[in-house]
């Protein structure tokens, strides 16, 4: 049963939440007060501009937090659109999120899986615009490994770096641009949403960004550190 018919309505649904933050806080807090190790960021960031392997890792990172982005916020009215029930459209995103998240734990492991994974969330995508309501389930579990890249693309901040200094700043600039690109890409979708009156035409985007996706992990695997 969905946890907002549980405390009466989307309102208790989205307090649910702050228990999980709660725990969150909780936990992370103690860890600021160790000792920081010092570092020169601002100078390995700015080092790093001319690095073939920060430039191959940022569109990565952009086009799997687009993709993810978007899922968390359209996936469910993209099934409420096609005829589902809200329960079972928020069942469906629910869905996932969950089945990704022992890829997570999988995939940085075997990094050969990226642009596997990919190739899921491709597949997932097209049965979505295609048939939508024939396995809807099977679409949103697709659609859920393919979120398995995210993991796999923060592994590579660690990967193609020597040492923890590199792999901080790395961190630092990939995180930087590549949240700066991606931060309109779920309303840009909706506005496409809106502007055509279907799906077919974010969906499409969707897919194209998945073959650019795939494109860079061979890029980002590829190029010397």
Known sequence: MPVGAVFGGWRGGLAAWSVFAAATLAIWLPQTRRAAVPAEPGARTAGLTR???????????ATQSVLAFVVMAWLPTVYLDAGFAPDEAGALLAAALLVGVPVYFAVPVLGALGAGTTVAEIAGLTGLLLRPETTPWLWA????????????TLALFSMRTRTAAD????????QTAGYLLV?????????????????TMPISLLLAICAAQTARFFSAGNHAS
């Open 141 to 152: 579990v697709l659609i859920g490994i393919g979120g398995g890249a995210f993991p796999l």
């Open 183 to 199: 931060a309109s890409g779920p309303f840009a979708v909706g506005v496409l949403r809106d502007v055509t009156g279907s799906w």
């Open 51 to 61: 690095s073939p392997v920060a430039w191959a890792v940022t569109p990565l990172f």
């Open 167 to 174: 792999t901080a700043a790395l961190s630092a600039m990939v």
